[in-house]
């Protein structure tokens, strides 16, 4: 289910950019004509597309681990651009329509960032030779918890896990549901010392 939420956000926020660079354009040519067909066009899915996006962006932040700065700041620019955009709109003030756009845009940039940034810090963990336990807090213990039985966006209680070694080295290098792939991120060797770590969490 998150993963299909995840993936439903993600193309909402390419199509509300796309409907919003679109109509800044043409204000910004004077199209006014153009903009005013193209808005009576978009109108329902604009409004589809807008619910979308907040019902899924709202549900995601209610089964993040953790909200950051830089995610705070992502959110306070989208709640600030959409009261511009339909001032801009509405009344064609181009520079309103223009910081709207802005706005956007950087929150979608903060959030890359932010991905970017666990990423770097992820490769700069996994470079260095760390125990099992180091590498489970660093990558794992977000949603499944120090213990194993946080079960943050439906990750399951390793605590109570009868999963063989090998099945939990398949599902650590592939993923499985909401859960991420760390193929790339782990090594083969990094993989199995977190499945075997998970071992001493079972009960």
Known sequence: METGIRHTHLLTVILFLAIYLIKTTLL????????ETFTKAVKVPEMII????LVTGIYMLTIVPEIKTLMIIKIIAVLISIPLAVIGFKKQKKLLAVASLLLL???YGLAE???KQKSAAMTTITATNINGEELYIASCA??????????LMGS???SQSTMDLDSRINIIKNGKNAMVPFVGQLTDVQIKTVAVYIESLKK
Do not use: E, R
């Open 105 to 107: 845009i950087g929150a």
């Open 28 to 35: 910004l040519a004077d199209k006014k004509t153009t903009l």
């Open 156 to 158: 399951k209680d390793l």
């Open 113 to 115: 960032m932010s991905k």
């Open 50 to 53: 807008s619910t979308l996006f």
């Open 142 to 151: 977000n949603c499944h918890g120090t213990d194993g039985k946080l079960g």
